[in-house]
């Protein structure tokens, strides 16, 4: 069985990377390649018929591919996310519904940059948008702003905002059925603003395998 945070970290995985992407062979995600990451990741086997429930279960369906969650009112909403935590408890953040790009990325650096009183080291994965030219620029435009830090290619125990996607989903209404854009854009926006509020629970984020990372480097995580 997978912990909550685990199976939020195996569902992002299985839809922001290609199975090339995270160490394994193949282009598309099937239920076999997902057990592949799982044993990786958290040396749990699983069979195929124990992937296909926990795909079930986070709301995406595979044959030969995975795709991403389906609504089951038909219509779909989406809304992202950017957190930027510190182990001092703060945090920042922007909601969007855009997709993620390098531009939406210089805009969060700036909003982050305005609220930082010294120079920021942040930790973030190797997306393409945050190794794009226009971050690079943007970095050396900025050079006592903010300071990027990729981890190992792929490495979500070294992430706290992992547990922080799995706090978000749980903070969601389960039952509620969105019919448009702006209610889960609100609800997001809620839970953000409550965590900014209580420093405490921010830095727990930074617990158990993280922590290492967090104060070798004290980065804030994004």
């Known amino acids: ?78 809304v992202n996310a950017m957190p930027a935590i510190s182990i001092r408890g703060r945090m920042h953040f922007m909601v969007f519904t855009e997709s993620f790009t390098a531009e ?18 942040l930790a973030v994965d190797r997306h393409s948008a945050h190794r794009s030219r226009k971050v690079r620029d943007w970095l050396a435009t900025h050079p006592d702003d903010v300071e990027l830090h990729f981890p190992p290619p792929y490495s979500p125990e070294l992430h706290p905002d992992e547990p922080v996607n799995a706090d978000l989903k749980h903070s969601l209404p389960r039952q ?6 702006a209610e889960p854009a609100a609800e997001t926006l809620r839970f953000f603003r409550r965590c900014q509020q209580q420093p405490h629970i921010v830095r727990g984020y930074f617990g158990g395998p993280h922590v290492r990372y967090a104060l070798d480097e004290n980065p804030m995580s994004f």
């Not at 160490?23 to 958290?42: F, N, V």
């Not at 939406?104 to 080291?121: I, N, Q, S, W």
């Not at 509620?176 to 854009?181: D, E, K, M, P, Y």
Request: proline share 4%; aromatic share 8%.
């Open 176 to 181: 509620h059925r969105a019919w448009n854009q």
């Open 1 to 78: 069985m997978l912990g909550e945070t685990e199976q939020a970290v195996v569902r992002r995985a299985v839809l922001d990377h290609r199975p090339c992407g995270v160490g394994l062979s193949g282009q598309l995600w099937t239920r076999r390649l997902i057990g592949g990451l799982i044993a990786k990741l958290y040396r749990a086997r699983l069979a195929e018929p124990g992937v296909g429930k926990y795909l079930k279960r986070w709301g995406c369906r595979s044959s030969g591919r995975t795709s991403g969650p389906s609504s089951r009112s038909g219509y779909r909403f989406s």
């Open 104 to 121: 939406l990325m210089c805009r969060f650096l700036d909003r982050l940059a305005g609220h930082v009183d010294r120079k920021a080291p």
